[in-house]
Antibody, heavy 120, light 112 residues
């Protein structure tokens, strides 16, 4: 059974760096073709894809946020971490991590999401 | 990175069929068979309903069907039920603008 869970501070100040951690079970990020992605959703708005990391450490970023994002994995801890620098109130929203199955380009299992508010 | 275009809302009566469109370009929807659809109820995480344009994950009702023509993908829900009332998002792999993946603008489905 695949599960994912996001963790992050609920409140960050503008200009600070946000660290999001996805802890998962039921699969390994060493399995060929598998990936973990991050998606966010501002309150009342649409989903926005942020980043994706693959089993082979190949990484992809949303071009609009690429300069602010870094995605890494720790296979020994079954975790994927994303850092987002220079946080702004417009970054307020629910952040999800999700499992990308091999060989399909979709997200079949999602975490419950974590709400991050950016405010001074 | 431009989002795929969906209608803001679609509605139908119980038992009817509705179709949600998802319009992209030849760099995403039109160029690859990597279109997915997600259902999201309020306060919940999205749920995968369709992948690879028309394939259904195990456990998803066959009332949900995906298709594609040119740069536009579609999700058809037949035999509409009250529990189908939710937001729906399409998504696709994209080869444009040094990006990789893109979601649609989202469609609110209302069961009248």
């Amino acid at each position: 059974q695949i599960t994912l869970k996001e963790s992050a501070p609920t409140l960050v100040k503008p200009t600070q760096t946000l660290t999001l951690t996805c802890t998962f079970s039921g699969f390994s990020l060493t399995t060929t073709g598998v990936g973990v992605g991050w998606i966010r959703q501002p309150p009342g708005k649409a989903l926005e894809w942020l980043a994706l990391i693959y089993w082979d450490d190949n990484k992809f970023y949303s071009p609009s946020l690429k300069s602010r994002l870094t995605i890494t994995k720790d296979t020994s801890k079954n975790q994927v971490v994303v850092t987002m620098t220079n946080m702004d109130p417009a970054d307020t929203g629910t952040y999800y991590c999700a499992h990308r199955p091999s060989p399909y380009l979709c997200f079949d299992f999602w975490g419950q999401g974590t709400l991050v508010t950016v405010s001074s | 990175q431009s989002a795929l275009t969906q209608p803001a809302s679609v509605s139908g009566s119980p038992g009817q069929s509705i179709t949600i469109s998802c319009t992209g370009t030849s760099s995403d929807v039109g160029g690859y068979n990597y279109v997915s659809w997600y259902q999201q109820h309020p306060g919940k995480a999205p749920k995968l309903m369709i992948y690879d344009v028309y394939k259904r994950p195990s456990g998803v009702s066959n009332r949900f069907a995906g298709s594609k023509s040119g740069n536009t993908a579609s999700l058809t829900i037949s035999g509409l039920r009250s529990e189908d009332e939710a937001d729906y998002y399409c998504s696709s792999y994209t080869s444009s603008s040094n990006t990789y993946y893109v979601f649609g603008t989202g469609t609110k489905v209302t069961v009248l």
